[in-house]
C-alpha cells in the first residue's frame, strides 16, 4: 500500500503565495505517477498539476503560469508551488498518486484559504 500525506496548506492573502508538500511512504516503488487535486465548496475534485511520464508536467488552464509541480526523489516528496494565489484557488488539495495494479492513493487533503 502506499500512504500519501500533505502538508503547507493555510490561509494567504490574495497574491501570495503557499507550498504544498506531499509525503509518499510505503511501497512508493509501485507509484506510476502522482499529481495534485483541489475540490473548492460545492465543485468537484479537479486536476491541479501532475507528474507525468518521465519529467513531463501537466496543469490546469487555470493554473499555468501560477502553479509548478516538482518532486525530490530523495525525500519521496511531491510539492506544489502555489504563486499569485486568488481567491478561487480557496479549496482542499489533495495528493494522489496512481499506483501499479490499477490502484490510486489519495491523501487526507489539506485546506487552502485565499482571502481577497
Known amino acids: 500500500q502506499v500512504q500519501l500525506v500533505e502538508s503547507g496548506g493555510g490561509l494567504v492573502q490574495a497574491g501570495g503565495s503557499l507550498r504544498l508538500s506531499c509525503v509518499a511512504s510505503?511501497?512508493?516503488?509501485?507509484?506510476?505517477?502522482m499529481g495534485w487535486y483541489r475540490q473548492a465548496p460545492g465543485k468537484q475534485r479537479e486536476l491541479v498539476a501532475a507528474l507525468t511520464s518521465g519529467t513531463g508536467t501537466n496543469y490546469a488552464n487555470s493554473v499555468k503560469g501560477r502553479f509548478s509541480i516538482s518532486r525530490d526523489n530523495a525525500k519521496n516528496t511531491v510539492y506544489l508551488q502555489m504563486n499569485s494565489l486568488n481567491p478561487e484557488d480557496t479549496a482542499v488539495y489533495y495528493c494522489?498518486?496512481?499506483?501499479?495494479?490499477?490502484?490510486?492513493?489519495w491523501g487526507q487533503g489539506t485546506l487552502v484559504t485565499v482571502s481577497s
Open positions: 494522489h498518486a496512481d499506483v501499479a495494479g490499477a490502484l490510486e492513493a
Open positions: 510505503g511501497n512508493i516503488f509501485s507509484i506510476k505517477s
